[in-house]
Structure formats: C-alpha cells, structure tokens
C-alpha cells in the first residue's frame, strides 16, 4: 500500500480548493455563528497531549449550552462524566483545540478552531448552573478560525433520516458491552440497571 507522504502528493490528487472555501473561514463568531451555537444542544472537541495522541469527547446539554462571552470567546461546561478527564488534561499540556457543533436535523455543522483553557470561575460556574447545579469546571476558548462546514458528509450518511438508521435491537446495550470487555461477574441486565440509575442522578 502506497501511503501519501508530502504535502505535494496530496494535493496532486485533489483539486484546489474554491474561492469561497478558503474566504469562508472567520476569525471571529459572526451573528450567524452566533445563533448556531445558541441553538445547538451537541460539540464535539478535538484535543492533542504533549505526544500529538489525539482525542475526540462529545459535550451535550440544552440547546444554547455554550455561553459567548465577546466576539471570540466561547465558555463550554464540563458536566458531570466519567471523570477521565482526557480532553481538559490534554488542554492543560497543549491548548489547541477544535470545536463541531451540530444542530439536530441540520446537515450543515459549524467548525471553530482555537485555543482553551479551563476555569473554575465561581461566578461563571454559578451562571452556567442547570437546575443549581453548577458545572466543576467550564472550558474557554478563544476562536482562531470559524467556518461553516458543507452538508456532504451528513447528507452521504444520511444521519437525521429514521429510516436509515438500524434497530436498535441489533446492538447490545452499553451494560453488555461492558460486562464482554471487563469480564465482569455481574449480568448484562444489572449493569444496564445500574448505568440508568447514574443517568438519571448524574446528568448535572
């Protein structure tokens, strides 16, 4: 197999990029980027450690989740999770980081590249609170680069389409997979029970 190596070589077998491909990107949260992240209830956010090993995390609340604080500062919580912590010990030792925020039933995504640090700001913590319940802590990012980014890959797999998507009861639950995995003495069944019971206490 014959591996790409060189920028040259990759651009040999892509055309150029569009005029407005290139125009699109931003460097600042128009109002248009604005209203996407106010009503986008999903992000996903890319990070690097120290070594370039890279991770992906997916951050989900109510739509409008992510507070801008000016025209280029974005404040995300971190609600409660597995306590992990990949993405905010990567940001710690390498603040790159890139952001795709999704709205439900919307083939077109927003992409913003830039620059994070994480705060435990009280007063910001406090107005970043669901139901009293404030966030540990709240991830800021400071915007290099916002664009849009075309529908293609939403339309080729036709994400938003019910019809598309396969049974549900194809798929183990997440309490079976994890029992395979672990090799855990409890049954599939208990560890489902158990994982809904965290949901339910745990989301905030």
Request: net charge negative; hydrophobic share 40%.
């Given at each position: ?57 997916p951050k989900g ?36 980081v890139g952001l ?34 404030a966030p540990p ?68």
């Open positions: 197999m014959r591996y790409i190596e060189s920028r040259e070589q990759l651009r040999s077998i892509y055309k150029q990029p569009g005029e407005g491909a290139v125009r699109k990107e931003l460097r600042s949260l128009d109002r248009h980027a604005r209203d996407f992240i106010a009503r986008s209830p999903f992000v996903l956010i890319g990070s690097q450690d120290e070594n370039g090993n890279a991770d992906v995390t609340d109510r739509p409008g989740f992510t507070a801008l604080l000016d025209d280029i500062t974005l404040a995300i919580p971190d609600r409660p999770g597995n306590n992990r912590l990949d993405t905010l010990e990567n940001i710690l030792v390498n603040p790159a795709l925020f999704l709205i439900p039933g919307m083939n077109e995504t927003l992409r913003i590249n830039g620059e994070a640090r994480i705060t435990d700001d009280t007063a910001l913590r406090e107005r970043l609170s669901i139901d009293g319940k802590s709240v991830i800021i990012v400071k915007a290099r680069a916002v664009y849009m980014h075309c529908a293609k890959a939403f339309m080729r797999s036709r994400l938003w389409e019910p019809e598309s998507w396969p049974p549900r009861d194809e798929m183990p639950t997440l309490g079976h997979i994890l029992k395979d995995q672990l090799a855990l003495a409890e049954s599939a069944a208990e560890m489902d029970r158990r994982l809904d019971e965290a949901y339910a206490k745990s989301l905030w």
